[in-house]
């Protein structure tokens, strides 16, 4: 009798990875099933029985942490693999804990995770569907050194090594967190590697950016709505801090909140209680708070934009993120981490930069820091066909002095035209800002409709 192929049972709530995940899976021989939350999962391993099981870490309502405990209950002989997009070193210790077989990062190397599937399925075909023996396997994730790495941090300078360190002590408190630095060095990062890091690293993290909210949509956004509050409001909805409940809620760009809520924001962070929009019941909630802003908080306060005792009630805890610029030999070790993983999507030979490449990059400002950084990589990965990032792949004003831009001014060759001017103006300022183009707009002091109307009429595709 030919013995059945094994059942893997796939949970995320991503429909597109999910269904990549799936095709691979089935293209090498397994039986699989899919479920978008652990609900659905458990439901599945009771009725199916998968012999094993890959999930996502980040899901609604539970935790892939949380169903890795519940299946381990059910059954400890079972092997589970845990995918994430934020590995870090603790959750990935945290996890072999509790008995995942192994810890993989997305994007997934799929030669790499069809080698640890074959292995899981059969260390656990060798031992009896009991036995609960804790595994020895060590996780696969890509997690270097403290030295080097924090989560999505990557940097040996001095600064770094300082930003790890505070890092690690924030992560240890259930204090509010504020979080300044230009924009593009990582703000959300930084929010995201403290939750993985803390107690709640199993609850959501939920992430809001009030610089991209209409402002008459912002409160709804926040705080949810009932059925009815106002017109379009067709279905009830919880705001941020009822779905961030037992985790995390990063409010990015606070700095860029309507006044006129910041006093019930503020309200609802003492009270740990919230009403929502056209709502009379109040649903308390319990949720770490960490917000980020790219200006200088004291300023806001100072110019009005920020209300003072808000400020006081976000800043118990203060990370100040270093810009590019300061972070002496990191750039280098940034754009050779960003070519091999560009390199990986684009395909073709791995990218490697030229000397005098290196020695451009290092010598630029990077008035968008790390996200103009990893944009400039891929542009310059895409055009390094043949394998050496030249200095003809990198843009003009980063190896020709004359088009950079220093301390907020930009100056252009001799003999520009007007509009070739506006042009540079207006895409280096989108490098700076990693495409975003409502700041983008709010740097050049436009609308974002002008910002897209001159894209087009340029015929170029951010």
């Avoid at 656990?124 to 790495?149: I, L, N, V, Y």
């Avoid at 990986?344 to 930069?353: I, V």
Wanted: hydrophobic share 40%; proline share 6%.
């Amino acid at each position: 009798m030919l013995e059945r192929p094994p059942k893997i049972l796939v949970v995320d709530d991503d429909p597109t990875f999910r269904g990549v995940l799936e095709m691979r899976l089935e293209r090498w021989g397994y039986q699989v099933k899919v479920a978008d939350r652990a609900r659905k999962a458990r439901s599945l391993v009771q009725s199916w029985r998968p012999d094993l099981v890959l999930s996502d870490v980040v899901m609604p309502e539970v935790s892939g942490m949380q169903l890795l405990n519940q299946l381990r209950e059910d059954d400890p002989g079972r092997p589970v693999i845990l995918l994430t997009a934020h590995a870090t070193v603790a959750m990935a210790v945290d996890a072999m804990k509790v008995g995942a077989v192994d810890f993989l990062t997305k994007p997934l190397n799929y030669p790499n995770l069809r080698a640890v599937v074959e292995e899981a399925l059969a260390q656990a075909r060798k031992r009896p569907r009991d036995d609960s023996e804790p595994t020895s396997a060590s996780p696969k994730s890509r997690s270097a050194s403290t030295e080097e790495e924090l989560g999505p941090f990557m940097g040996t300078s001095r600064a770094m090594r300082e930003i790890y360190e505070l890092i690690r002590s924030v992560a240890e408190s259930d204090a509010s967190v504020l979080i300044t630095g230009e924009s593009g060095t990582g703000k959300e990062l930084a929010a995201q590697t403290i939750h993985d890091l803390s107690a709640r690293a199993g609850g959501p993290f939920i992430a809001v950016n009030a610089a991209a909210i209409p402002r008459e949509l912002m409160e709804s956004e926040i705080f949810g709505h009932e059925k009815g509050a106002f017109t379009g409001a067709t279905d009830a909805r919880p705001g941020c801090f009822e779905m961030a409940d037992d985790g995390t809620l990063f409010l990015d760009e606070i700095g860029e909140m309507p006044r006129e809520l910041q006093p019930k924001l503020l309200r609802v962070l003492d009270r740990a209680k919230i009403r929502r929009v056209g709502g009379k019941r109040e649903v308390t909630f319990n949720v770490r708070t960490l917000a980020a802003t790219n200006r200088d908080p004291r300023k806001a306060v100072e110019e009005g934009i920020l209300r003072e005792d808000l400020f006081f009630r976000l800043n118990v805890l203060h990370v100040h993120l270093p810009p590019l610029r300061e972070r002496g030999g990191d750039i280098s070790l940034l754009a050779q981490r960003f070519a091999r993983e560009f390199s990986a999507k684009h395909g073709g030979e791995p990218r490697t930069f030229e000397d005098q490449s290196l020695e451009f990059m290092e010598a630029y400002q990077w008035p968008g820091n790390v996200r103009e950084l990893r944009n400039l990589v891929e542009r310059a990965v895409v055009l390094a066909r043949e394998g050496r990032i030249r200095p003809s792949h990198l843009p003009p004003y980063v190896r020709v002095p004359e088009a950079t831009s220093t301390g907020g001014e930009f100056r252009f060759p001799e003999g520009a035209s007007a509009a070739e001017v506006e042009k540079a103006l207006f895409l280096q300022t989108l490098d700076e800002t990693g495409n975003n183009k409502a700041e983008a707009a709010r740097r050049l002091g436009v609308s974002v409709r002008t910002v897209r109307n001159k894209l087009n009429a340029w015929k170029i595709d951010r």
